[in-house]
Each structure stands twice: as structure tokens, then as C-alpha cells.
């Protein structure tokens, strides 16, 4: 649980006010692994959304590239200028798909005729360097998706020089796995019309594709099997909706030949060539939706299942995604389709349930778990294959649940479980030899199972009814397997228990499923039983503290669930007892020399409290702990997470009012104690989480009106900003924000108190500012914070300035105009101020300010132009084609002056 | 090639192994559990324990009241404690001709063999091992010598007596052959028959077989060893680690091709995994202190202890227990630390690499500067002013039967808001706390044990590949208490041959080349021959030199075997099915006689009539030539 990096490289561009610009490169650190669902830290930057950049308006071919355009076809075709970057033309070729978007493609060349100039230039490939070629052949593709384009090019034979027989295949330049890529992703860009199938099939690149799929290249490879999709799929448009599908004999040349290549691999020995055809039937079933696609399974369904009768089944894997794809595609019907029940296929002899079925029968259970699970998530089925689906997921719990039973005897409490989970389901036949066939293939499972089931749990299409108690128990089996604490008497149990014993993926895995089991309604007995083990695995020292994170958050749910199983808000008494156990074993944690594991405990506090802090019950167990001193303490840890998490939890705990200290006059001295504290964090930790944590804790204190926070706003608020003002992190100045916020938010109410049943006459409605209100704000250096903010190097922050100035102007001073604006008060001296920190002279004070002078200044400012401005990516000059063909000439002239040199 | 096996316990081995004419003894390890059963050795009167009553038998008998005391159930002998020593009646240890050492742990029964068995050897160890063995004594001794005692118990020892006594006084073995501590004086003696190596240094024995010590990576300057002859290699690992603490890691690659590998000293907490524990031990530790409680942690004076010191040396400031004193109280404390920095040589890469700065590689030299830690040779003197709690002291011996932990169970044990940590596995703390019942002082089992685990051992069984493998029989077995763990036992093939206490094991091993040099001329013959070890063998070279025994041959059938012996006058016979033969059971006579393919022994008390009768029963069946 390391810390995980996280660079972000943010240009800001804050020229919106009065021109100027100021930027600055921002690093930060993040750690991963919050909690589940619960986000600790501060959110992400928002990315720039590159659609608002991509205005049309950037993107056609405007005078200016068409004047560059000649020249740079020049140097692409020019073999002694190199092209420096391929990422150039990837992203000219990004703009020459935009533009065909919009535009005529025939047009485009016919204005442009140094494009048709390059690509047939392309056609003497010895003269062109790979990576041109590359472009060329996808540059032809995309301008040939157009079908009079596509027959523009076709005249000059251009298309058929670069992608026939006599073309690329023939060049040296087909050894580089990306002309091969370029030949192909050209090729698909030009499969888009009916005159392309012709093409196709006459050029003879289909039987190029078939090959290309065992390419050495997997890129190479990949896109061969997709193109071959492609053409299918292209094959089956276009067709009279309402006419009879015809028989595959009778479909365009080059779906037969497809079709025909699918079915000579599926007879293949080779296990390649098998999965290579069971990867384009999958992803063709997978993406067409097309009746078409039921005369092909007609066609291909008995092949498939022939692959059942071969032992070993080659490409299980392959097999399992098609079988589910065509599955899926049986529950699409919505369109007119009759789906998987229409007469013919019910009949067949392969219909796809029947070779579901008999593939789950005969893969092994790895392989049959994906199946069985996919099978169990499919919108429709037949209960019987749900039901066999199921048994297949269960087979190895009930495996070691039979295992574990007590040998001699009469058959004991697993045992019964065990039955219970496979009543009615089929193949239950799995024995511990076959589970341990080998310990990694036994942990695989096990944790694939676990994961499958815990997957299914909270789907709905979980099946009914859900064998809660024998699942429950098979995971505290396989807990105890794993800490060595069963007691098996059979000689597999005991084997099993070798192979389990500290495995802290199957630990890992079964404490994530016995998280999710709390979901469901539990004996009472068997909560007992659960609370038990997550003790145990808390209390462990044997506990990794991955496991321990898992352990807490399983107990998290279970105390939940344990409240919903008492009916009532509180703790049950089981849950109250567990209480009294956990904490002791909290209080070890606490004290651990490893700090995840101190972090794990204290974020699993802040949740204890956060849940039950008000609960009596609960607040006598915590405070005759220590654990509230111990985590005081942790203020001080010297790793900063620990330092975060537990600002997070003693905030969380005295919000609670459950501070170590009992008595009320020591408590409100301790509780000063801890604003101190925080405020000393906040100021002078040299990391950036635990002072973030601060702030959260603090605009939460100010929200929530806490009495600390209460007793003194401003002074806090004023405190607060001094501190935020100077903080380096921008996270930090976003919560900063946040916090300032929270504090016009409650001020605005406290001077403005709205009724929502008051009866009000429009006029009264508009806001009019009480002029303590603007006092308030005057009086603190909160405008100064804002407005500095505006200018931040960090956009995020700017944006955060922007926004909350436009909600104080809105709340303020929303129906003045520009005119308005100059018969105002005069706000000349601090315009003078912010221009000036605008330029990068942040040292001037905004000096006094008058809330007259504040109101004008608000409605001078081009808020809007200025949002608008933050909210487009910093590099959205940059991203314009013009930049981009003058970028790539420069570059080929900075060669050229290079090579000037060198002679 | 045989193997005698002369200890029965897994981690303190004393083997003895005959190979190509010579006989090496491999470790000198000495079960001290024995000392569980005696009351313990206060340093400062105890009125608690000396006032514990007298133990009497069930009809009321008392004459073992003396003897035996009675603490919360559990009786103990009131005497000097006494050690288990390893089998001296197996073999004739006067013939020992080398002792390899592999670590410290594994050498205390060495001054009983040395100064009292005959013995004329060689003693081979690294020098840390040397060092840190020699404290190790010098502080047993210590913690021994200076509680005198004025009685020594013995009458409880004779078996008809032992029998009526309560367990585990009534189980324990041969406790007619234990043995009181050695002194100061024995403890010189015996090292200096020492004679140091180091690592990958190859030694020649007679010329016969070459040994070698490697880097084992569990203490400073342990070693497993390699013996091998031109055409033959058997490997001894003893006390293995892979894990990376402080000394030099484990060199592995050499074991590789051994025709026999000898495996002892595995972790003998297989289920504990170290880093657990040493989490384990700092979180009760913070707890107890902060609570204003101490902590007491019984242990050796070296080992563990720096790793220990190494960890809290991270942890204390983190855990806000800058202020809370340490204590490291042992007659040898000092030497320990001091030691301890100077065999750079012998520690891991990160530690060596520490000295050229130049800084100590161990970081309690800087919790000694700042005053953190401090180290007193006992508990009296400096020690007693110094003295501040809340603290943790780390005091031996981990028994809990001698040196200064006594006092301190004496003195904490009484309150629930101290501990005592357990980090030494040697001992169970159950049996330990025996004697100090009823204790209201928390206790906390945190053992440390760093040697190699069965998953460990599997791995570098596969690495290492050897044609056999032999070990202790409880490593062919899952431990009693956890006997469904398969995975607890060592798990190879062709299985592992197993060895008992007091067991002579022939080793799986055909000899099937030889060396030899033919010189043109013979060789001198010695003039004058000599009593010395080195002569005795040229002696042996030389045939005509003493009468030639004769060869015999043929083997033993046992029924008839047995029908001689009736004849002869012994009757309860019983005879039993071993994997290699038989073995008759005289049991009148107290007598075993072992028939094996290859070899026949007589197994008797002490009684040299009987046995040379029952030689000459064997020998009518042989022929001889």
C-alpha cells in the first residue's frame, strides 16, 4: 500500500480580466486506497473536457492550412526530411478524420491536390519513410469512407496500388509491423459503403487479412480479426429489413469467405488458428445486431460444439466469451428480433443453451466460473441453466464445506450445509483432490469463486433463493482454513488447511465476500460466528495488514448489518459485546510499528464514530478506551498518512463530543486543545494530506455549526485563510474555498432568513444585501483570499475563485451593468491591486475595502468571460490545426538548419 | 557412513558422523528445558518462594518435602537446575575427532564434552560464534554461580520415586544423566580447544574429507557446514535464514549436489511469521507503557535482541515513548552490544556497508549515546539508582528459573498493568510462568524465531536438490497440537530419513569410487609411534604393525537367534519388526540387541559380562575368515 504518484501538468491561462497570462507546473502526491465508496481525500481535478476545445469553428480547413498544406505534403513525401515525431501525424491525421467529418472528402482533394500527390507519391514506398507510408495508407482509408471520394481515388487505380496484391504486400516496408497496422486500420476506414465490399473481395486483401491474423505483431493481429468483424458486419447492412434473411450460401462474396475461413479454423488442430475465429465470432455476435446473426449461429453452432467432444477443448477461454456472446445477444429482442426462442433455434440441435450447457459440464471448474457466472448475469435464461450455473459457482465452497465435516459420525453441520448449497444443483461431484490438485490452481479458484459470488450477491439477477447461511459459513470455513485455526478430522481437510493456512489472497477474498454477505438476513448463530472470526483476524499478528484493511471494512458492514437485523438504529447486543472486544484490539492497532495498519485502524474509527458516535452504548465502550487518547496521539505519527487519517478521525470524534477527556470543563479546555492543534497542523506539516485532512475536518465543523467554530466564526475563518493563503498545495487552497463557501452560504442565511412558507411579492425577493453581511465580509481578509485565488497557477483553483465570486456577485449585486459599474464607488485602487497580481506581483495588499467599493468591483469583472476561459483545457491554442502543420514545418526546418550546420 | 544421534531435541542438535575413517561431531547443542522443572534462582530473597510448601505424596509420605516444592499445583525440585546433556553412552566421544559449530545456540554442552568425555580433537567455529557462544556461557554461569545453593536434590531422581512423583516431573527422561552447570573454568578449557575459520575456508581432515563452513544468515557468524570427500558430499544445515535481518545472508548456492543433506534447527514456531511478531511486541509494548506500566522481556543476551533494538530504535520516537527508559541488564550486556559492531564482516550487505561510512552498524549505539538505552551487568550497583518506570528491561535467562528476570517477575508480577514478553521460543512461557502463579502482570507470547519454515525448507530443497535427506523424526510429522497440518513437516523426495535421540542411522549413501595415490616407493615407516590421534591413524595404515581382527561375515536368523538365547537362560524375549531388521528386547535384562543388515548392536546398562555373552551369541552365527 504504497504511496502512488500522481503528476499533473496544469497551464492555467488567467489572461480572461485584462490580458496577461501566468502559469505555473503543478506536482502532487496522492495515495491510493480509500476507503470503498468513500472518497477521504480531496476529489480530482476536473480534466479539461476536450469536446469544448474542439469547436468546429478550429477544425476546418481553414485559408491558413490550406496555405500550409502544400508545403507539408512536400516534406512528408520528402524521404530527406524526416518526420521528428510520429505523434504529429497522428494528430494530423486526427484532424483530417475531423474534417472529413463535416466536409467533403472529394471536395477536400480536389481543392487539395498535393494530398492526392502524396499518396500516390506513397506508391513508390522506397522513397517514403515508414512511418509516412503508415499515415498514407490510413489517410486514404479515412478520405475513401466517402463513396464518390472512394471512386475519385479508384480511377487513378490509387486505392488498388496501395492496397491490392500489387501494393503494399509487395513493399519492403510491410516487414514494420506498423505499415501492416497502417494497411489494415486503412482498410477499415474505408470499409463503409458496398462499392468497399466489392473492392475487397476483388483486391484479394481479405485473404491478406486471413493471414495477418497469426501476425507476430499482436497489435498487428488484433486489428486483422476486428477488420474481419468489420467487413461481416459491413456485409449484413444495407439489407431490405423487411426481406427473408438469405442462407449463407447466398450472402456477399466476402462474408462467405469469411464465413468459410471461420469454419476451416474451427476445424484446425492448432489451437491458435481456433481461437483466431472464435474471437471474430465473438466479437461479431458481440457487436451486430442483426437478424443475419442467427443464420450464422445456425451455420457455425455444430462446429462450435464439436470443440466440447475434443480433449483437451482448445481455447476454453475463447469459448467462454463467445458462448456468452451469443448468449447476450439471444436477450436482445427489443428491436424486432424474435430473440433465442424462436422456433428454428429452439428445435436445433445446437441451440445455444443446450452447448452453454454442455460446456459448463465439461470445462474444469476455473474455466467453467466466468461461464457460469456470465450465464447467471444474462438478462434471460432458462432456469435449468441458471440452476446448473450456479452449482458450478458453488462447487468448490461445497467442496470444502464436505471437507471440512465431521468425518466419523453422524454427518455434522457442514455436511448439511453442504447438501443445502447443492440442493438441486447439478455437479456437485468436485472433490479436495481435484481442488488440490495444486496450490496455486486451488487459491486461484477459490478466489475466483469468492469474487464471482460476491459479484452475483448484488446483482439482480442473484439467484433466489440465496443459500445465505451454508455461504456464510463456507466463508468462515475458509478463514479459519486460512488462520490456521480449523479443525479438520479428515486427512483432506487437513490438506486443505496446509495449502490455505496464510494465504492472504484467499484471506483477502473471503473476508471482501463475507463483507458483502452481510447483505443479506443472518441467524443470529451465525452472526455470532462472524463476528468471531473478523475478531480473530483483527487480533491476529499474523494478519498482513491488507488483510487487516479487509477485515475492517467487513466489520464496518456487519456492525451495519447488524443494526438492521436489531430493527432499530442501535447496536444489537451481539454487536454491543463485539464492541467490547474490538476496541482493546483497536487500541493494539493503534499502536502498530506499521503504518498502514495504524491508518487502516484510525479511518475504521472515523467510520465506528461517524455511524454510532451519537449511540450511548457505543460512546461508553469507546471512551472507557483509550483508544480516543491513542488516536490524539497519532497526531504526531511522523508518517503523514497517519498524521491525515487521524486528523480525520479525532475531528470526527470531538464533532462527536468523544474526546478522552471526560469532565466538561477539561473537555472544553481539550477540545481548544485540538482546534489548536489542527490550526498548528494546518500551518506548519510539511505534507499535503494531513493538512487537506485539517481543512475537511474544519469545513465540516463549520457547516455542522460547531461550538468551537461557533463561538468565534471570523476569528476562525480569518485564522483559517491566513493559513490556506499561504499553503502550496492547491488542494489545499480548494478546500480553502470550500470552507469560505460554507461561510457566505451561512452568513447570507443568518442576515437574509428565508421562510419557504412565507408569501413574498417578486420585488421582495431580490437579493439585497444586509449591509452587516457585506461588513462581515469587508472586515475579513476574505476577499483578499479570493481574489487571489482568482489568479492562482492552479486552474482548479482559479475555477473555485470564479465560481464563488460569481454566486457572491449573484447574491449581491446581480442586476448592475457595466454603465452602473462606472458611476460606482471608486474601486480604481484595488483594480490597480489585482492587475498588479495579475502580472505576477503578488507581494501588494488589496488594502482596505470598502463593501461599496467591493459591489462595484464585483460588477466590473467579466466573471463569466473569465469561467468560460478557466473551463477550457490550457493547451487549447495549441491543439488548432494551424499550430499543428506550423509546428511540423518548423520542425522539418529546424532539420533542415541542422543539416545546414553540419556542412 | 553412519549417523549417531546423541539429541533428541530439533534445534539444539548433537550428531555425531562417521565418515571415511573419521568422526565428526556436528554441533554440541544442550537442552536446557530440563531447568523448567526447578523453583527458580532468586537474586534477592524471596519470602514467597521460599516459604512454598513442601510437597508430599498421596499417602502422606514427606520425605520429598526437602526435595520437591508446591507452587499453584505444579511441584518443582528446590535444587540447582540441571541441564539434559546429549547421549554419552552412544558412542565412544574420546574417538570424536573434529566438532563443527554452526552457531552460538548450538555449542553450550560443549565444556561437558570436551573436559569430560576423553576428548582429543579439534573444535571448529567462526569467531563470533566463538564470542558471543563464550558470553553466552560466561552469563549461565554467572546467573548460576552467584545464587548458591546449599542443597542439591537427587533422591527424587531414582526411579522408583520418579514414578510417584506428578507429571511433568514423572515424564521427564533420563534424568539420572543430568547435569549440573558447568564453571568459569571448564567454559576456557573448552574454547580453547577452538580453532576459528571462516566462511568458504576449506579444511582438511587427515587428508580424508574436506570441511567447510558457509554463511547460514541466522546469527552473526552461523554457519551451516559442507563435508565432502573426493567423491562423496554430505551437507549439515543447522539454524537457516532467508529472512533479512542482520547477519550475512544465507549462502545457498553451495549445498547444491550433496548426496546427503542433514537438516536441523527449523523455526520452532512454524505458524509465527517473525514480522507478526515483532509487530506484536512493539504494540503491547506502547500499551503497557503508556498505561505507566513495564515491560519485561526475557531473553538471550545477543540474537534477537538487535534486531528487537533495531526496531524500536524506528519505532519509539513514532510511538511517542522517547521518554521511557530501556534497560539491558546481563553480566555480558555490555560485551553483547560492543561485540555486536565490531563483525562488520559478518553482517548483512546494509550493515557492512555502515562501517565504511564510518557509522555502527547497529543503530542501539546511538540509543546508547542518547541516553535510551543503558546496560548494567546486574540489577545491583549503577542499575538501582539509576532505575526509573514506566520502563522495559531486557534480562535473562528466558526460563525464568536463574539471573535477574527473577527478580523482576518477583517484583512486576504482582500488577496487571506490567507485562512480560515472551520473544524467545526455546522455552514454552507456560511452563516458564509456572512457578511465579498466581501473576497478575499481563503476558504476551511473542516469539521471534527467524530459522527457515517448511514452506522455506520446500523451496530450498528444490533449489538444492540432494539425493537424501535427513532430519530430526518431528520434522516427518505435523507438531502434535496442529496434527492436520500437513503443510508443517517436510515434504520431499525420496521421503526424509528420520532420526530419533540415541540412534545410530545408516546413512543411504554407497561409496562408490575412492581416491588413491600409488607412490613408487612406500612409505617411510614411523619410527617412533605415538599416542597422538595424527599417529594412531598412520598406525592404522601401516598392517603390520597390530594384529589383524578377523573378518566376519553372514547374517543373523532371528528365530534362531532367539531359540539361542532361551537356551542361554533369557527368557521374556520380545522381539519387534524394524524397517531396517529386528530388535530383540531382553526385558529382564534391560537389554536391546539391534539386528540390522549391516550391523548388529548390543544395547546394555552397564553390565560388560552380559554383553560380551551376548557378543559371543551373536558371533556363532557369523563366520569368520
Redesign the interface.
Known amino acids: 500500500m504504497g504511496p502512488e504518484k500522481r503528476r499533473g501538468l496544469w497551464w492555467c491561462e488567467a489572461k480572461a480580466l485584462w490580458g496577461g497570462a501566468c502559469g505555473c507546473v503543478e506536482r502532487s502526491l496522492r495515495r491510493g486506497g480509500a476507503w470503498v465508496g468513500v472518497e477521504k481525500r480531496n476529489p480530482p481535478r476536473p480534466e479539461a473536457d476536450p469536446g469544448k476545445c474542439r469547436g468546429a469553428s478550429v477544425l476546418i480547413m481553414d485559408p491558413e492550412c490550406s496555405r500550409l498544406l502544400p508545403a507539408l505534403c512536400a516534406v512528408l513525401a520528402d524521404p530527406r526530411q524526416p518526420v521528428a515525431d510520429d505523434t504529429c501525424l497522428e494528430k494530423l491525421l486526427d484532424w483530417f478524420k475531423t474534417v472529413t467529418e463535416t466536409e467533403s472528402s472529394l471536395q477536400l482533394l480536389q481543392d487539395h491536390p498535393c494530398l492526392v500527390e502524396l499518396l500516390s507519391h506513397v506508391l513508390k514506398p522506397q522513397d517514403v519513410s515508414p512511418r509516412v507510408l503508415s499515415f498514407a495508407l490510413r489517410l486514404a482509408g479515412a478520405f475513401a469512407a466517402q463513396e464518390d471520394c472512394f471512386q475519385y481515388l479508384q480511377q487513378g487505380d490509387l486505392l488498388l496500388g496501395l492496397f491490392g496484391e500489387a501494393g503494399a504486400l509487395g513493399w519492403s516496408a510491410w516487414s514494420i509491423p506498423s505499415v501492416r497496422s497502417g494497411w489494415i486500420q486503412g482498410l477499415c476506414a474505408l470499409a463503409h459503403h458496398p462499392s468497399a465490399l466489392h473492392f475487397l473481395a476483388d483486391s484479394g486483401a481479405v485473404d491478406t487479412v486471413f493471414s495477418l491474423q497469426g501476425d507476430p505483431s499482436l497489435f498487428v493481429a488484433s486489428a486483422a480479426s476486428q477488420l474481419l468483424v468489420y467487413i461481416l458486419a459491413l456485409s449484413m447492412q444495407g439489407r431490405d429489413a423487411g426481406s427473408p434473411i438469405p442462407e449463407v450460401a447466398a450472402w456477399p462474396v466476402c462474408a462467405q469467405k469469411i464465413v468459410s475461413h471461420v469454419q476451416e479454423s474451427l476445424h484446425s488442430t492448432a489451437a491458435p488458428q481456433v481461437t483466431q475465429a472464435l474471437n471474430v465470432l465473438t466479437t461479431t455476435f458481440g457487436r451486430c445486431r442483426s437478424p443475419w446473426m442467427e443464420v450464422l449461429w445456425g451455420q457455425l453452432s455444430p462446429l462450435v460444439a464439436s470443440l466440447l467432444k475434443r480433449d483437451p477443448i482448445p481455447a476454453a477461454h475463447s469459448l467462454v466469451d463467445l458462448l456468452l456472446s451469443v448468449a447476450r445477444l439471444g436477450s436482445w429482442d427489443a428491436a424486432g428480433w424474435r430473440g433465442w426462442e424462436s422456433p428454428v433455434l429452439s428445435s436445433a440441435a445446437c441451440g445455444p443453451w443446450e452447448i452453454l450447457a454442455q460446456t459448463l459440464h465439461r470445462l474444469s471448474p476455473t474455466q467453467a466460473g466466468p461461464l457460469a457466472l456470465g450465464t447467471l448475469k444474462l438478462q434471460r435464461c432458462p432456469q435449468e441453466l441458471r440452476t446448473q450455473a450456479f452449482g458450478i459457482l458453488l462447487q468448490p465452497l461445497a467442496c470444502i464445506l464436505k471437507a471440512t465435516a465431521q468425518a466419523p459420525g453422524p454427518p455434522g453441520k457442514s455436511y448439511h450445509l453442504a447438501s443445502g448449497l447443492l440442493d438441486g444443483t447439478a455437479g456437485g461431484s468436485m472433490t479436495v483432490d481435484t481442488l488440490l490438485s495444486s496450490k496455486s490452481a486451488c487459491v486461484g479458484l477459490l478466489c475466483q469463486t469468492l469474487a464471482h459470488l460476491e459479484e452475483l450477491q448484488t446483482l439482480p439477477q442473484c439467484p433466489s433463493p440465496w443459500p445465505q447461511e451454508p455461504l456464510l459459513d463456507a466463508a468462515v470455513i475458509i478463514l479459519r482454513l486460512c488462520d490456521g485455526s480449523a479443525d479438520p478430522s479428515s486427512s483432506g481437510a487437513g490438506r486443505l488447511c496446509g495449502t490455505l493456512a496464510g494465504c492472504i489472497r484467499v484471506q483477502r477474498a473471503a473476508l471482501d465476500f463475507l463483507g458483502t454477505l452481510s447483505q443479506g438476513m443472518s441467524p443470529q448463530e451465525s452472526m455470532l460466528q462472524v463476528f468471531a472470526i473478523l475478531l480473530k483476524n483483527l487480533e491476529s499478528p499474523e494478519s498482513s495488514p491488507t488483510v487487516l484493511k479487509k477485515a475492517f471494512q467487513a466489520t464496518l458492514r456487519w456492525l451495519q448489518s447488524s443494526v438492521k437485523t436489531s430493527g432499530c438504529s442501535d447496536l444489537s447486543p451481539d454487536a454491543l459485546l463485539f464492541l467490547g472486544e474490538l476496541f482493546p484490539v483497536l487500541q493494539k492497532r493503534l499502536c502498530s510499528p506499521c503504518w498502514e495498519v495504524r491508518d487502516s485502524a484510525l479511518e475504521f474509527l472515523t467510520h465506528l464514530s461517524q455511524h454510532w458516535g451519537g449511540q450511548a452504548d457505543f460512546r461508553e465502550e469507546l471512551q472507557s478506551s483509550e483508544v480516543p487518547m491513542l488516536a490524539c496521539q497519532l497526531l504526531q505519527d511522523p508518517e503523514s498518512y497517519v498524521r491525515a487519517s487521524a486528523v480525520a478521525a479525532t475531528g470526527q470524534l470531538f464533532s462527536r463530543g468523544l474526546q478522552a477527556t471526560p469532565t466538561s470543563s477539561e473537555n472544553l479546555q481539550a477540545q481548544q486543545g485540538l482546534l489548536m492543534d489542527l490550526m498548528y497542523i494546518l500551518s506548519t506539516d510539511s505534507e499535503g494530506f494531513p493538512r487537506r485532512a485539517v481543512l475537511q475536518v474544519f469545513t465540516q465543523w463549520l457547516r455542522d455549526g460547531h461550538a468551537d467554530v461557533a463561538r468565534d466564526t471570523e476569528w476562525f475563518v480569518t485564522t483559517v485563510l491566513q493559513a490556506v493563503s499561504r499553503d502550496l498545495d492547491w488542494e489545499v487552497r480548494v478546500q480553502g474555498l470550500e470552507l469560505v463557501q460554507v461561510f457566505l452560504t451561512q452568513t447570507l442565511g443568518r442576515f437574509r432568513p428565508r421562510c419557504p412558507y412565507a408569501v413574498t411579492l417578486p420585488e421582495a425577493t431580490s437579493p439585497t444585501p444586509h449591509p452587516e453581511f457585506l461588513r462581515t465580509l469587508c472586515r475579513l481578509p476574505l476577499f483578499e483570499f479570493v481574489f487571489r485565488a482568482l489568479f492562482d497557477c492552479d486552474r482548479p483553483v482559479a475555477q473555485k475563485a470564479c465560481d464563488l465570486l460569481l454566486f457572491l456577485r449573484d447574491e449581491t449585486a446581480p442586476s448592475s451593468g457595466p454603465q452602473e459599474t462606472r458611476d460606482g464607488p471608486n474601486s480604481a485602487s484595488v483594480e490597480v491591486a489585482l492587475q498588479r497580481w495579475q502580472e505576477g506581483e503578488q507581494g501588494q495588499p488589496l488594502g482596505d475595502l470598502e463593501p461599496e467599493a467591493m459591489l462595484a468591483l464585483l460588477r466590473s469583472l467579466d466573471l463569466e468571460g473569465l469561467q468560460g476561459k478557466l473551463a477550457k483545457s490550457s493547451d487549447h491554442i495549441e491543439k488548432s490545426p494551424q499550430s499543428l502543420l506550423q509546428d511540423m514545418l518548423a520542425t522539418v526546418g529546424m532539420l533542415e538548419e541542422n543539416e545546414a550546420d553540419c556542412y | 557412513m553412519k549417523l549417531y544421534c546423541l539429541s533428541g531435541h530439533p534445534t539444539l542438535p548433537c550428531n555425531v558422523l562417521k565418515f571415511k575413517s573419521t568422526t565428526i561431531m556436528l554441533d554440541c547443542g544442550l537442552d536446557m528445558t530440563s531447568t523448567l522443572n526447578f523453583l527458580p534462582l532468586p537474586l534477592v530473597q524471596s519470602p514467597r518462594l521460599s516459604n512454598l510448601p513442601g510437597w508430599s505424596l498421596k499417602d502422606g509420605s514427606v520425605f520429598l518435602d526437602k526435595e520437591l516444592k508446591e507452587c499453584s499445583g505444579h511441584v518443582f525440585v528446590d535444587s540447582v537446575p540441571e541441564f539434559c546433556l546429549p547421549e554419552t553412552e552412544l558412542i565412544d566421544l574420546s574417538t570424536v575427532d573434529v566438532i563443527l559449530i554452526s552457531n552460538y545456540h548450538c555449542m553450550m554442552a560443549l565444556p561437558y564434552i570436551t573436559e569430560h568425555t576423553g576428548f582429543t580433537g579439534t573444535v571448529y567455529a567462526t569467531e563470533p560464534t566463538v564470542q558471543i557462544g563464550r558470553l553466552l556461557m560466561e552469563e549461565l554461569v554467572n546467573f548460576i554461580e552467584r545464587v548458591p545453593k546449599a542443597q542439591s536434590a537427587s533422591l527424587w531422581k531414582n526411579k522408583d520415586v520418579q514414578r510417584l512423583l506428578p507429571s511433568p516431573l514423572k515424564d521427564a527422561v533420563e534424568v539420572t544423566t543430568w547435569r549440573r552447570c558447568y564453571t568459569m573454568q571448564e567454559v576456557n578449557s573448552a574454547l580453547s580447544k577452538i580453532q576459528l575459520v571462516g566462511y568458504s575456508q576449506k579444511i582438511e581432515l587427515f587428508g580424508a574429507v574436506q570441511v567447510t563452513p558457509l554463511s547460514s544468515g541466522y546469527a552473526l557468524g552461523s554457519s551451516n557446514w559442507i563435508i565432502q570427500s573426493h567423491y562423496e558430499k554430505v551437507s549439515y544445515v543447522s539454524g537457516s535464514s532467508l529472512l533479512t535481518t542482520h547477519p550475512q545472508p544465507m549462502d545457498q548456492a553451495s549445498l547444491k549436489n550433496s548426496d546427503v543433506l542433514l537438516l536441523t534447527g527449523l523455526t520452532q514456531i512454524p ?3 517473525p514480522d ?5 511486541f ?3 509494548l ?2 503497557t507503557v ?2 505507566g506500566g513495564n515491560v519485561l522481556v526475557p531473553c538471550y543476551p545477543s540474537g534477537v535482541i538487535y534486531d528487537l533494538l533495531e ?1 524500536l530504535y ?2 519509539i ?4 515513548l522517547s521518554s521511557i527508559p530501556f534497560y539491558f541488564i546481563s553480566p555480558v550486556a555490555n560485551s553483547s552490544l560492543e561485540f555486536s559492531q565490531i563483525f562488520a564482516e559478518w553482517l548483512c550487505h546494509n550493515k557492512q556497508s555502515k562501517v565504511y561510512l564510518p557509522e555502527p552498524p547497529f543503530p542501539h549505539a546511538e540509543l546508547i549515546q542518547t541516553n535510551k538505552l543503558k546496560h548494567y551487568p546486574s540489577i545491583h550497583g549503577d542499575f538501582s539508582n539509576d532505575f526509573r518506570q514506566p520502563c522495559v528491561v531486557f534480562t535473562g535467562h528466558p526460563s525464568l528459573r536463574c539471573g535477574d528476570v527473577v527478580h523482576f517477575m518477583e517484583l512486576w508480577g504482582k500488577s496487571s498493568l506490567n507485562t512480560v514478553i515472551f520473544t524467545e521460543p526455546d522455552f514454552s512461557y507456560l511452563e516458564a510462568l509456572a512457578p511465579y502463579q498466581p501473576l497478575a502482570m499481563k503476558c504476551v507470547y ?1 516469539p521471534i524465531d527467524t530459522r527457515l519454515n517448511f514452506i522455506q525448507v520446500s523451496k530450498l530443497l528444490k533449489e538444492v536438490q540432494p539425493l537424501h535427506v535427513v532430519c530430526p523424526e518431528q520434522y516427518t510429522q ?1 507438531p502434535p497440537a ?7 513437516m517436510i515434504d520431499c523426495q525420496p521421503p526424509a530419513m528420520s532420526y530419533r535421540r540415541a540412534e545410530v542411522l545408516a546413512l543411504p549413501f554407497k561409496r562408490r569410487y575412492e581416491k588413491i595415490e600409488i607412490m613408487p616407493e612406500p612409505p617411510p615407516r614411523p619410527t617412533q609411534p605415538t599416542s597422538s590421534k595424527k599417529r594412531k591413524r598412520v598406525s592404522e595404515d601401516v598392517p603390520d604393525c597390530k594384529v589383524l581382527k578377523p573378518l566376519l561375515s553372514g547374517s543373523i536368523p532371528v528365530e534362531q537367534f532367539v531359540q539361542t538365547l532361551e537356551k542361554h537362560g533369557f527368557s521374556d524375549i520380545k522381539v519387534e519388526d524394524t524397517a531396517k531388521g529386528h530388535i530383540v528386547l531382553l526385558q529382564e535384562a534391560e537389554t536391546l540387541i539391534q539386528l540390522e543388515e549391516d550391523s548388529t548392536h548390543i544395547i546394555c546398562d552397564n553390565d560388560e559380562t552380559l554383553r560380551v555373552r551376548l557378543r559371543d551369541l551373536v558371533l556363532k552365527f557369523l563366520q569368520k575368515f
Do not use: F, I, K, W
Request: charge should be negative.
Open positions: 505458524t509465527a511469521n507478526g511478531m515483532v509487530g506484536e512493539c504494540s503491547n506502547a500499551l503508556r498505561n526496531c524506528q519505532y520516537d513514532s510511538a511517542g511473542c505435523p496442529q496434527s492436520h497440518r500437513m503443510d508443517l
